[in-house]
Nanobody, 121 residues
Framework: VQLQASGGGLVQAGGSLRLSCATS????????ISWFRQAPGKERDFVAG????????YNADSVKGRFTISRDNAKNTVYLQMDSLKPEDTAVYYC???????????????WGQGTLVTVSS
């Protein structure tokens, strides 16, 4: 499964961005998809996840109420809508696919290449 993450960029604090994670694989709809982020010198941390049906979503405490994950299986794409961005959200964001949900990076089998999000104060 190849994943393509996009949508990162530079935004001011309080602004919004929408990240996309796309694949051409038809079995995409079978996978749980999650977003992780990694700031310089730090570990890769869980941000949000969504099950294959889209019926269950998970969010890290640090982004609850600000980030929303969704998926469109017809388009083989998962989105991460990020609102009220803060400078501490600055990181490279990665999407990952796994057959079941997990909140640690080691639980995912496939990874996108990452997209940089920079939030200025």
């Amino acid at each position: 499964v190849q994943l393509q993450a996009s949508g990162g960029g530079l935004v001011q604090a309080g602004g919004s961005l929408r990240l996309s994670c796309a694949t051409s694989v038809r079995t995409f709809r079978l996978y749980t998809i999650s977003w992780f982020r990694q700031a310089p010198g730090k570990e890769r941390d869980f941000v949000a996840g969504i099950t294959w049906s889209g019926g269950t979503t998970y969010n890290a405490d640090s982004v609850k109420g600000r980030f929303t994950i969704s998926r469109d299986n017809a388009k083989n794409t998962v989105y991460l809508q990020m609102d009220s961005l803060k400078p501490e959200d600055t990181a490279v964001y990665y999407c990952a696919a796994g057959l079941q949900y997990g909140s640690t990076a080691s639980e995912y089998d496939y990874w996108g290449q990452g997209t940089l999000v920079t939030v200025s104060s």
